[in-house]
Nanobody, 116 residues
Framework: VQLQASGGGLVQAGGSLRLSCAAS????????MGWYRQAPGNQRELVAK???????NYADSVKGRVTISIDNAKNTEYLQMDSLKPEDTAIYYC???????????WGQGTLVTVSS
C-alpha cells in the first residue's frame, strides 16, 4: 500500500485547509486511516482516525475544528481543518492500518503552516 498526501500549505490563523491522502496498491487490506502531525521539537501525535465504516476518533486539541472523512470507493481520506491556529503548524502525515486501530502504512508528510 502506498499513501500519497496532499493539500498542505500556508494559511492565516482562522483559515481553513483540506488535506487529502490517496491510497493505492492492496487497498482492500486497509480498515482504518488517519492523520498524525509532528511539530518541530515534538513527538508525532494523533490528529484523527477513521475506520472504513466511518467511526472516528479525534485528538482533544482539534475537536470541533477538524473533520476526518473517507471515500471508500476512492480509497482516499480527507482532513478538513477549520479555525486553524498557529499551534496547528506541523508536518501532517497520513497513515493506514489493516486492523481497526494500528498503523501499517505511512505516507510522506505535508507541511501545514499557520501564521498569526
Amino acid at each position: 500500500v502506498q499513501l500519497q498526501a496532499s493539500g498542505g500549505g500556508l494559511v492565516q490563523a482562522g483559515g481553513s485547509l483540506r488535506l487529502s491522502c490517496a491510497a493505492s496498491g492492496t487497498t482492500f487490506s486497509i480498515n482504518n486511516m488517519g492523520w498524525y502531525r509532528q511539530a518541530p521539537g515534538n513527538q508525532r501525535e494523533l490528529v484523527a482516525k477513521i475506520t472504513r465504516r466511518g467511526s472516528t476518533n479525534y485528538a482533544d486539541s482539534v475537536k470541533g475544528r477538524v473533520t476526518i472523512s473517507i471515500d471508500n470507493a476512492k480509497n482516499t481520506e480527507y482532513l478538513q481543518m477549520d479555525s486553524l491556529k498557529p499551534e496547528d503548524t506541523a508536518i501532517y502525515y497520513c497513515a493506514a492500518g489493516r486492523g481497526l486501530y494500528g498503523n501499517d502504512y505511512w505516507g510522506q508528510g505535508t507541511l501545514v503552516t499557520v501564521s498569526s
